[in-house]
C-alpha cells in the first residue's frame, strides 16, 4: 500500500493550496482517509477525514469552514482543499489510510497506512 502526499508549497496569509494524496496497492472503497499536520515542536494532529465512499467527512474545529476534504474514485486520490490559510496552518500534511475508525477518526493510531508528508508554509 502506498500513499503519495503532494501540492504543498509556500503561500502567504489568506491564500488557497490544494493538497492532493495518490493512493495504490490495494482497494479503498471501504477505507478511511484521513489528513494529520505536524507543526514544527508540535505533535501531529487531526485535520480532516473522509470515507473512501465519499459518504461521510469529519474535520477538525481548526479546519472547519476553511479546509474540504474530497475525493476522486477514478483517481484514487483524496484531496485536501484548504482556504483561508493562516500562519498557524504551517506544518507537514500527512494522508493516511484505516480500514475502520476502531479508535476513532482524529486518532494516529486509527490508522495503518500513511504518507510520506508534504510542506505547507504560509507566510504573514
Known amino acids: 500500500v502506498q500513499l503519495q502526499a503532494s501540492g504543498g508549497g509556500l503561500v502567504q496569509a489568506g491564500e488557497s493550496l490544494r493538497l492532493s494524496c495518490a493512493a495504490s496497492?490495494?482497494?479503498?472503497?471501504?477505507?478511511?482517509m484521513g489528513w494529520f499536520r505536524q507543526a514544527p515542536g508540535k505533535e501531529r494532529e487531526f485535520v480532516a477525514c473522509i470515507r473512501w465512499t465519499f459518504s461521510s467527512t469529519y474535520y477538525a474545529d481548526s479546519a472547519k469552514g476553511r479546509f474540504t476534504v474530497s475525493g476522486d474514485n477514478a483517481k484514487n486520490t483524496v484531496y485536501l482543499q484548504m482556504n483561508s490559510l493562516k500562519p498557524d496552518d504551517t506544518a507537514v500534511y500527512y494522508c493516511a489510510a484505516a480500514g475502520g475508525l476502531r479508535y476513532g477518526y482524529s486518532q494516529i493510531r486509527t490508522y495503518e497506512y500513511w504518507g510520506q508528508g508534504t510542506l505547507v508554509t504560509v507566510s504573514s
Open positions: 496497492g490495494r482497494t479503498f472503497s471501504s477505507y478511511y
